[in-house]
């Protein structure tokens, strides 16, 4: 379907869409049933690192593994071995912008990742990509999209029934260094996203709208926005 413009609005601090409507997942046991024998594999940055952390936090079955990793993150793992429950987070490969060091030697763009994946009934793959693109000529940020089309148009051929939900940037820092990484590289971003993921089976969570709906400018926003990020992944995976 199209994505509406705009799609959704703001009321009483929860996000309400215009095309669908969020579950309403008040039993926390009823949050646990759409994710077992569930295997939800986030690739991307650190604002679906923030979904993992989330859910890490929030389903107090998950438990996270230490990987003895140095620097900033790259990745992370938890499980929940009486629901069947895997978790994985993992960064997505150059270009990062980071003021620390991090680990490259399992490096790999989203693309080798989705084409090391089976796919399956139990999978999800959550996609993000966008803020640390910024920086960068466009041209950059649309070749790698085009070759995360094409992973995903060989992931449905093997496993036609894998979710795969993309996940748009949040608005950032209006004082980030705004020539280099404006909201206005965003935008273009998620234009270019939306356009080219169109004529696939993937569900999209509007992040953008949503920021932009509750008037926040941090790139890794308040709990109760990322609360109504994970409702809306969750209606989609249930």
Avoid at 78 to 98: E, G, T
Avoid at 187 to 207: E, S
Wanted: charge should be positive; include cysteine.
């Amino acid at each position: 379907m199209e994505s509406p413009f705009p799609s959704g609005f703001v009321l009483e601090n929860s996000w309400k869409p215009v095309f669908c409507s969020i579950s309403n997942f008040t039993n926390q046991e009823q949050r646990y049933n759409y994710l077992n024998y569930k295997m939800i594999y986030f690739l991307g940055d650190s604002t679906v690192r923030q979904w993992f952390t989330y859910l890490v936090q929030t389903f107090k079955g998950l438990k996270t593994f230490d990987l003895h990793r140095a620097g900033v993150y790259t990745l992370m793992v938890a499980v929940d071995q009486k629901r069947n429950i895997n978790l994985q987070w993992k960064k997505h490969s150059h270009p990062i912008v980071a003021s620390r060091i991090y680990m490259v030697k399992d490096d790999a763009y989203v693309h080798e990742q989705i084409d090391r994946l089976a796919g399956g009934s139990n999978y999800v793959i959550v996609i993000c990509l966008g803020l640390h693109f910024r920086p960068f000529p466009v041209q950059l940020f649309i070749r790698r999209v085009i070759l995360v089309q094409k992973s995903l148009i060989h992931l449905f051929l093997r496993s036609p029934n894998t979710k795969v939900i993309i996940k748009t940037e949040n608005t950032s820092n209006d004082d980030l260094n705004s020539e280099r990484f404006s909201d206005f590289h965003g935008y273009i971003h998620n234009l270019i996203l939306k356009d080219v993921f169109r004529y696939l089976p993937v569900a999209v969570v509007d992040a953008w709208d949503m920021t932009v709906a509750h008037n926040t400018h941090n790139v890794h926003p308040p709990e109760h926005i990322v609360k109504s990020q994970i409702d809306l992944l969750l209606t989609y995976i249930c």
